[in-house]
């Protein structure tokens, strides 16, 4: 029993990080613009679709310009689309972003289709790590690796780096930041073309693990919304935290009731909300009271 | 002077009377004209989108082919086909709400899902509009649910289930089942349950996976944990794809052979041929050496359009969409009483023997096909090797569909 709940537990731990990924850059859109961005699950989808044609033309090593390639389309978006909904009320940003995000997969499913397209993981990461009642793939191990780096190198960049802390300024108090001389618009532009490309990197590493197929994008908002929702809106640490915990209870729920495993995460997020509604690490955002 | 002007008179009447009698007898003719070209409207009810997307693509492209090789029209008018979405069991019976209402369908051609199909049919026999079902294997639909408007092609869950024990009962004692959670996957566990005793086997786990889920891992790690002989799946379109990829990945595929029943050609396009592996019970193939003529010139006529060879999911929606237009045909009408009533007489008779709709369930009498994955897959679509059929002779065929007392379909008048 301990064994085989060892083995979902490290299980849900990859499915986890994936969710972690996902669910950061949804939080540093809401956190940085002030945008609820259901859209972000398209984009999710649409980078593991760029990848999935960059993989077809030019072979794997072309696949790392997809989350850039994905990037760049989000900050056209942001300049055509998302800098109108600066200020106003979050319904408008719900909405407009909801029907982006339909509008995104509407076009992925008119170019490449409607059915799954098979992606396989690329060769040296076949195969299996297999210890005792421990399964898990070469490539789920390279997927671990590859979100704790990205989000490792998020957090240096956006600490660290003076870039970084411009934008978590411009989160804060965008009048101060305008006002130091800082060009806002280009800042808010980036920050959101950032986020779209963390979706982007997420997807690109869940193709190989989920068939490619436009449902994806659904796949991946519920539970980004769910993290960040349990972790807390606009909060780095809250989406590692939520993230990590909502694959793992959902692999265990798998072992005992797997119906239920669906629904365990929104058992979770409920009773989260009801305890403490900011959820694990938010914070009160003054835009919202 | 008088004489003419009454005669003239007289004629203008005569001549006016004649004219209008005229104008009312072309107008009349035009009126019967247009009401003998005015098209006649059909809806197509199936996925857009979601997991079985593929399925409904295809299912489509067969109804639409059938049309097509009937000259795209019935009883001398056009038809108009109307294809609406089936992404859920709401979604479907409002658009079957849609299709007759707005769009005027005179029948229904749709559904996929069993679920979809159980909601689809309650609104079929509310508003008397016939509803041809090319896919739903869940038993209820032809049994306990039945009702005299809906009609279904696809073989139903126990008649597939029995065709595929004797495989899984060569392949071993210990029985895993991963089955989807809705009406299809609990048809599934019940049907083989029962069969399970009657060859010895014994259920060591169950898993009732939701739909369109994306990650079957901890699945395959209970799998594995449990050591079956075989796993018996019941996942439909992407799922299914889904899993078997990730089955492959996790080393699964050589270890436990993995059987289903009611799959489709798609789903095994869309994984590869590397992660494609398993005995499956399905209704045709298109590379089946047995096909009847019209089948291969259906075969030679769809590849020539979409560039494919059509699924099982094409055959069933051509078959389904063949037999209302020649029902309507026979009917000679467009009124939903004599569709029915044609379409319980209707037959299908080529082939071995004849396939068509048993009048007190309205189930599509016709064998399954049991396939294998080849070992060697060379052809871009040619994955099957065709085993047998679920039964071999027209008698063995009605009784493997089950006596009147076994389904429990009691049907209505018209």
Known sequence: MLESLLSQAVNGLVLGFIYVLIAVGLSITFGLLGIINFAHGAFFALGAYVAYQLYQMFGWPAVVFAPIIVGLVGMVVEVVLIRRLYGKEPLISLIVTFALGLLIEALIRVFWGSDGKPLSPPSPLTGVFEYGPLLITKYRVAVLLATALTLAALWAFLSYTPYGRILRAGGRDPEMVDMLGINLPRLLTAAFGLGCAIAAIAGVLAGPLWTVSPSMATNAIMPAFVVVAIGGLGSFRGAVFAGLAVGVVISLTIQFKPDAAAASMYAFMFLMLLLRPRGLFGERWERFE | ?414
């Not at chain 2, 005569?14 to 059909?42: C, D, E, N, Y």
């Not at chain 2, 597939?160 to 299809?184: D, E, N």
């Not at chain 2, 019940?190 to 996976?209: C, F, N, Q, Y």
């Not at chain 2, 037999?323 to 009408?333: D, G, M, P, T």
């Open chain 2, 1 to 414: 002077m008088n004489e003419s002007h009454t005669m003239s008179a007289c004629g203008s009447i005569g001549a006016r009377a004649g004219l209008v009698a005229l104008v009312f007898g072309l107008a009349a003719s035009f009126g019967a004209l247009a009401q003998t070209t005015r098209p006649i409207k059909i809806g197509m009810i199936y996925a857009k989108q979601g997991p079985s997307a593929s399925l409904g693509e295809f299912l489509a492209h067969g109804t639409e082919l059938a049309l097509g090789q009937a000259g795209n029209n019935v009883l001398g008018r056009p038809v108009e086909l109307t294809w609406l979405d089936e992404a859920d069991p709401q979604v479907a019976q409002q658009n079957m709400q849609k299709a007759i209402d707005e769009y005027k369908v005179i029948a229904v051609v749709g559904g996929n899902s069993s679920a979809s199909a159980l909601a689809m049919m309650s609104v079929a026999s509310r508003e008397k509009i016939p509803l041809i079902l090319p896919g739903a294997a869940a038993s209820e639909i032809t049994g306990k649910n039945c009702n005299r408007y809906t009609f279904r092609t696809q073989a139903t869950v126990p008649v597939q289930m029995r065709g595929l024990m004797p495989y899984v009962s060569q392949l071993g004692k210990k029985v895993y089942f991963i089955t989807p959670s809705y009406a299809f996957g609990q048809d599934i566990l019940r049907s083989s349950r029962a069969m399970l005793k009657e060859v010895g086997l014994t259920e060591v786990g169950t898993d009732e996976v939701p739909v369109n889920t994306a990650d079957y891992s901890s699945y395959i790690l209970k799998i594995r944990q449990a050591k079956p002989d075989v796993v018996v799946g019941g996942l439909v379109g992407l799922d299914l794809s889904n899993f078997l990829k990730q089955w492959n990945e996790l080393g699964m595929k050589d270890k436990i052979p993995f059987v289903e029943i009611a799959v489709s050609d798609t789903d095994f396009w869309n994984v590869g041929p590397v992660a494609s592996t398993g005995i499956y019970v399905k209704p045709w193939y298109y590379n089946n050496p047995d096909n009847t003529s019209s089948e291969k010139k259906f075969v030679a006529d769809f590849t020539k359009k979409y560039g494919r060879p059509p699924s099982d999911k094409a055959w069933s929606g051509w078959i389904a969409m063949r037999s209302l237009l020649e029902s309507i045909e026979q009917a000679n009408s467009t009124d939903s009483a004599a569709i029915i009533m044609a379409l319980e007489k209707w037959r299908y008779t080529e082939g071995k023997f004849p396939a068509f709709y048993r009048e007190w369930d309205h189930q599509l009498i016709k064998p399954a096909v049991i396939v294998q994955i080849k070992k060697d897959i060379t052809d871009k679509w040619d994955y099957f090797n065709v085993l047998k059929l679920t039964s071999d002779t027209e008698a063995e065929t009605a009784k493997s569909f089950g006596t009147r007392e076994e389904i429990g379909c009691k049907m209505g008048p018209i």
